[in-house]
C-alpha cells in the first residue's frame, strides 16, 4: 500500500462507530468572516472563522469518532464575500495554519458562479449518517452534479438513522437551497439507495438479533447492495476466523437475496478472492471499494468482473500506482466515490468529505484516463455514472419482495 494512503487510514482510526451528530442546519458551517487581503483570485483566498461554534471537522479516529477540540480545529466556514448568506456555504475549503482556510477553486469543467456541470457524478460509497450535516452535505451535491450517492450503513451500527431520516435530510436539503436563493435546484437533491452489512470489524457482533436485523434491512426495497463486508487484517478487531466465517455467510446471504456485494479488503486481499472463488461470486455483481493499492493487486479483481471504486487516494500526491491501477481498469466497470467523511480529496485533506467532494476524484480520473477533450471527458463521466446506476440503482429483487 502507497504510504500516504497508509497514513491516511491509519489517521482514522479502527472502527467506524458513529456518534448520533445533530441535525442542525447551522451545523455545518460557520458564517459571516473576515477575509484575509489577497491579491490572488478567489480560489487562493484565505479566510479566518471569526468564532468556534457550528465547526466541521474531519474524523480523528473512526473509534471514537473523537474530533480536535484545540485552536487547530478544521472548520468549514465562508468566506465573506462567497455567492450565498446565512448557514450554508457551497464553497470548498483547504485547512491553513494559525486557524485559516482558503478557498477552493472546483475542478475545471464544473462551475461554482452558475452551478453547471458536464455530466452527473456518482459518490458509490458515504457514509451519510457519520456526516455532521448530511442535509447540507445533499444541498451542496446537487450544486455540483453529484446525482446518485449509496449510503452504507451497518447493522451493528443504529442503521435505523439512515432508513428512518433519510427522506428528511432530502427534504431539509431542498429548504437549504430555497433559504440562500437557490430553490431552482431543489430537482437536483441527489437520489439516495442504501446498502447494508455487516463490516469485519464487527464480525463479532454477527449473531442473533444482528443477522435477523441484517436480513430485515435486506428486504427493505430502498437496500441496493449488501456491504461493506470482507475482511480487514490491519487492525483485527474481530478475530480472523470469525471475520472469514462471517463473510462468507454474507456472500452466500448476497447471492441469495440476489443484491450486489460491496467489499472492505485491508491487507487481505489474497484470502479474500480465494474466498469468493470458494464461495462463488454473486451474479449480481460485486464492488471493490476504495481501491487503494497498485495495477498488481487489482488484476485478479477486474478479470473476476468486480467493479473498482476510486475514492480519494486516486489524488493524494505519493499515490502513482493507485493511479496507475486505475488506467487499467476497464471502463464499464469503474466507479467513484468518496468513503465520505474519510479519504477527503486534495487539496481539502484534513476537512470532513462528503459526497460533493466527488467531483475531485472524478476530475482527477478524466486525467488519469487520459480524457483531454470536452467530448472525451463527457463521454467517461456519463460512463462512471451510467456505471453506478447499473450496479446499485436496479429495482427490487424478487426476493426482496418477497415479505
Not at 445533530?22 to 477575509?35: I, N, R, V, Y
Not at 459526497?355 to 477533450?373: C, K, N, S, Y
Request: net charge negative; glycine share 6%.
Amino acid at each position: 500500500m502507497n504510504d500516504e494512503v497508509h497514513k491516511e487510514l491509519a489517521e482514522q482510526g479502527s472502527t467506524k462507530n458513529h456518534q448520533n451528530q445533530g441535525e442542525d442546519l447551522g451545523s455545518l458551517t460557520s458564517l459571516a468572516k473576515e477575509s484575509e487581503p489577497s491579491n490572488s483570485h478567489e480560489g487562493d483566498r484565505e479566510v479566518m472563522p471569526s468564532d468556534k461554534e457550528n465547526h466541521e471537522v474531519a474524523p480523528s479516529d473512526e473509534n471514537n469518532r473523537e474530533v480536535a477540540s484545540s485552536d487547530e480545529e478544521t472548520r468549514e466556514v465562508m468566506p465573506s464575500d462567497a455567492p450565498c448568506q446565512g448557514n450554508f456555504s457551497p464553497v470548498f475549503l483547504q485547512r491553513r495554519k494559525k486557524g485559516k482556510f482558503r478557498a477552493v477553486d472546483v475542478p475545471t469543467l464544473w462551475s461554482a458562479d452558475s452551478y453547471t456541470f458536464p455530466a452527473p457524478v456518482a459518490d458509490t460509497h458515504a457514509h451519510l449518517q457519520m456526516l455532521q450535516n448530511p442535509a447540507a452535505r445533499l444541498a451542496r451535491c446537487a450544486l455540483y452534479g453529484v446525482k446518485f450517492v449509496c449510503a452504507m450503513t451497518d447493522p451493528v451500527e443504529d442503521p435505523d438513522r439512515t432508513y428512518s431520516q433519510l427522506a428528511t435530510w432530502q427534504e431539509q436539503a431542498k429548504s437549504l437551497l430555497c433559504s440562500v436563493g437557490l430553490s431552482t435546484f431543489t430537482d437536483r437533491i441527489p437520489h439516495v439507495r442504501i446498502a447494508i452489512g455487516c463490516h469485519p470489524h464487527n464480525a463479532k457482533h454477527f449473531e442473533g438479533t444482528v443477522e435477523e436485523s441484517l436480513i430485515a434491512y435486506l428486504h427493505d426495497p430502498r437496500t441496493c447492495a449488501l456491504g461493506e463486508v470482507g475482511l480487514d487484517y490491519h487492525y483485527d478487531l474481530s478475530p480472523r476466523e470469525v471475520q472469514r466465517e462471517v463473510f462468507r455467510k454474507q456472500i452466500r446471504l448476497a447471492k441469495e437475496a440476489g443484491v450486489p456485494l460491496i467489499l472492505h479488503m485491508r491487507e487481505a486481499h489474497d484470502d479474500g478472492f480465494t474466498i469468493l472463488q470458494e464461495e462463488g461470486f454473486p451474479e449480481a455483481g460485486v464492488l471493490l471499494h476504495c481501491f487503494n493499492l497498485d495495477a498488481e493487486a487489482m488484476k485478479p479483481w477486474a478479470e473476476a468482473g468486480c467493479y473498482i471504486a476510486y475514492g480519494g487516494p486516486l489524488t493524494f500526491k505519493k499515490a502513482d500506482e493507485v493511479r496507475q491501477s486505475a488506467q487499467l481498469v476497464a471502463c464499464d466497470h469503474l466507479l467513484t466515490e468518496t468513503d465520505s467523511p474519510y479519504m477527503t480529496p486534495e487539496p481539502m485533506r484534513g476537512m470532513e468529505c462528503g459526497p460533493e467532494h466527488t467531483i475531485f476524484t472524478a476530475a482527477q480520473m478524466l486525467e488519469v484516463r487520459g480524457a483531454e477533450d470536452s467530448l472525451s471527458q463527457k463521454a467517461l463521466l456519463n460512463q462512471l455514472y451510467q456505471n453506478a446506476l447499473e450496479l446499485l440503482d436496479r429495482k427490487p429483487t424478487a426476493w426482496q419482495l418477497s415479505q
